[in-house]
Structures are given as C-alpha cells and as structure tokens.
C-alpha cells in the first residue's frame, strides 16, 4: 500500500501520467496519437492489446487510455479539442455542399 508521502508526491509530479481520454475505436485512437505526435505531446497507450484481442467489448474493462505527462495534460486536451473541432466544421462544410445523398 502505498504511504501518503508516495500519493502526494504522485499528485503533484508534473512528470507523472495522467489519462486523458479512454477510447475503443483503433480509428479514434489512431487519430488521436496523430494528433498528439503533431503537437509534440509524449504519450503513452494502455491496454491495447487487450482492445486488440477484445475489440469493443474492451470498453467494459475501462478500453484504452490514452495518457500524457500530467505538465502536457492542458496542451494535450487543447490539441485534441482543435481536432475535433476542425472535424466538426470539415462535416459541417460537406453537408452544405448538397453532395445529393
């Protein structure tokens, strides 16, 4: 068990791992070391494997989580926040286009 000295030093070491996001789809996590690798942000992806061999049914053990060090964690959600955004107004731009579907 770990003593309070090592928990509070866990909370407050910017060099510690945070998780970010907790993802199943291999496209989401695809795009999202994309962007993180675009922004420089060191991150590292747990259970993978496991969502590899489980495939959706990973999300019932908590699927794959993505994590930075807790110092990249504002840049890290602001990167990806840019990115979904640019998705939303690429959508949003095809659907004005009228492409007839």
Do not use: C
Request: glycine content about 8%.
């Amino acid at each position: 068990m770990a003593s309070d000295l090592e928990l509070e030093q866990r909370e407050t070491n910017p060099e510690a791992w945070v998780t970010v996001l907790r993802l199943v789809s291999p496209a989401e996590i695809a795009i999202v070391q994309s962007v993180l690798e675009s922004a420089g942000i060191p991150y590292l992806v747990q259970n993978e494997n496991a969502n590899r061999i489980l495939g959706f049914e990973a999300a019932y053990f908590g699927g794959v989580r993505i994590q930075v060090k807790k110092a990249d964690a504002e840049a890290a959600h602001e990167a990806l926040k840019e990115q979904r955004s640019g998705l939303a107004e690429v959508a949003e731009a095809e659907n004005e286009g009228g492409d007839g579907l």
